[in-house]
Every structure is written in structure tokens, then in C-alpha cells.
């Protein structure tokens, strides 16, 4: 089992939708929290950060840290044609630089 | 200003052969890290280095696999006697240091091909 769980999609939905994206984790001991989004033929970029349970807005994102039940979720509003790439969630423990990653998930948002 | 540059972009290999990959990181970046993305497996952590530290090799798959970091800056990661399972993308990443905020800036990733 992967330490770090997540659908790979791909996932399709229509511009102005609200986008939900998940991941769970095994680890208990992650501390840091992280959402990448990838488009074709780039390196990750950073969108989200956290390290504590609850919400963190930023803009149309807002991430979602529930370390109980150790799941994470990324939602995007009022999704874009933009928005359309692949979301990577990424986790670290403590004290530890090497970042644990998800499969990713390919989202395109329809025009 | 300039971001992470990665070369070659594309590389094609047959197997059995050596490559080496090469890593620029940001101007002042004193962490480096190598990752590998290969299909459906997400990105996979190889190697990081920090400063003149010893470098943090625990995610190197086989012994084929180095990589060396000179005057702090540029990195080359070398695959010796490449197999086909070596194909995917490396990716390689700075970050201005170690930290519970430290943000990793990723390059655009050499895409290797062993035939």
C-alpha cells in the first residue's frame, strides 16, 4: 500500500463547477501539506501549503486538512479552462525535506 | 527571474548505455533535491542535497543510480548501464533551504527514454 492514496481520475467537469480533489494518507506522522499543479510537459508548482488541520483559503482554493481521519482535499471554485492540469497532493514529516507524493489526478475543466 | 533549467530536455538512450542528467537550480538556492515521475507512479524522491552537508541518498533505487552536487550549485544525477524500467521524467527542484516552509521550485524535467 502507497503511503499516500490518490485517484488519478482523469476528471471532467464544466467551467463554473466547484472542483474537489482528495487524497489519504497511512502516515500520521506527515506533518506539512502540500498541493502541486502540474500541466503537460512542466515541473509542479506550488498552490497550496498547510500544516494544520482545517481550512486554508487562498482565492478560488481552498485546502482542507483532516488529520484524523488523514485525508486532505484541494477544492477549486469556479473552476477555469485554465484550471486544467494535473493536481499532485504532497505531504513531509517533520524535520524531513523529502516530499511524499500522490499519483496526481488529470483534471480538464470543459469550456 | 531565471527558474530551475534542466538539460537535455529529451534524451533517448539505448540500454546498457550511461546518462547524465543535469540540474541548474536557482540562483541562491542552497537545496537541491531529485525526483523521478514515471507513468501512474507520481513523483518518487531520489536524492537531496543541503549546503556542504552529506547528502540525503534514501530514495536512490539501485547503485546505477549517483549523483554529485559541485560548488553548491549545479547537480548532474548519472544512470549507469540504463535499463527500460529507467525510462520516465527527473525532475529537479531548489528551495532557498531546509524549513517547515521551505517551497521546492521544480524544473521543467528531462524526459529519458531507454530503449
Known amino acids: 500500500q502507497k503511503e499516500v492514496e490518490q485517484d488519478p481520475g482523469p476528471l471532467s467537469v464544466p467551467e463554473g463547477a466547484i472542483v474537489s480533489l482528495n487524497c489519504t494518507y497511512s502516515?500520521?506522522?506527515?506533518?506539512?501539506f502540500m498541493w502541486y499543479r502540474q500541466y503537460s510537459r512542466k515541473g509542479p508548482e506550488l498552490l497550496m501549503y498547510t500544516y494544520s488541520s482545517g481550512n486554508k483559503e487562498d482565492g478560488r482554493f481552498t485546502a482542507q486538512v483532516d488529520k484524523s481521519s488523514k485525508y486532505i482535499s484541494l477544492f477549486i471554485r469556479d473552476s477555469q479552462p485554465s484550471d486544467s492540469a494535473t493536481y499532485l497532493c504532497a505531504m513531509r514529516l517533520f524535520g524531513n525535506e523529502k516530499l511524499t507524493f500522490g499519483t496526481g489526478t488529470r483534471l480538464t475543466i470543459i469550456p | 527571474g531565471a527558474g530551475v533549467s534542466q538539460s537535455p530536455s529529451n534524451k533517448v538512450t539505448e540500454k546498457g548505455k550511461d546518462v547524465e542528467l543535469r540540474c541548474d537550480p536557482i540562483?541562491?538556492?542552497?537545496?537541491l533535491y531529485w525526483y523521478r515521475q514515471s507513468l501512474g507512479q507520481g513523483l518518487e524522491f531520489l536524492i537531496y542535497f543541503q549546503g556542504n552537508s552529506a547528502p540525503d541518498k534514501s530514495g536512490l533505487p539501485s547503485d546505477r543510480f549517483s549523483a554529485e552536487r559541485t560548488g553548491g550549485s549545479v547537480s548532474t544525477l548519472t544512470i549507469q548501464r540504463t535499463q527500460q524500467e529507467d525510462s520516465a521524467v527527473y525532475l529537479c527542484?531548489?528551495?532557498?533551504?531546509?524549513?517547515?516552509?521551505?517551497?521546492?521550485?521544480f524544473g521543467p524535467g528531462t524526459r529519458l527514454t531507454v530503449l
Open positions: 527542484a531548489s528551495s532557498l533551504a531546509s524549513g517547515s516552509t521551505n517551497e521546492q521550485f
Open positions: 540562483s541562491g538556492h542552497t537545496a
Open positions: 502516515n500520521s506522522a506527515f506533518q506539512y
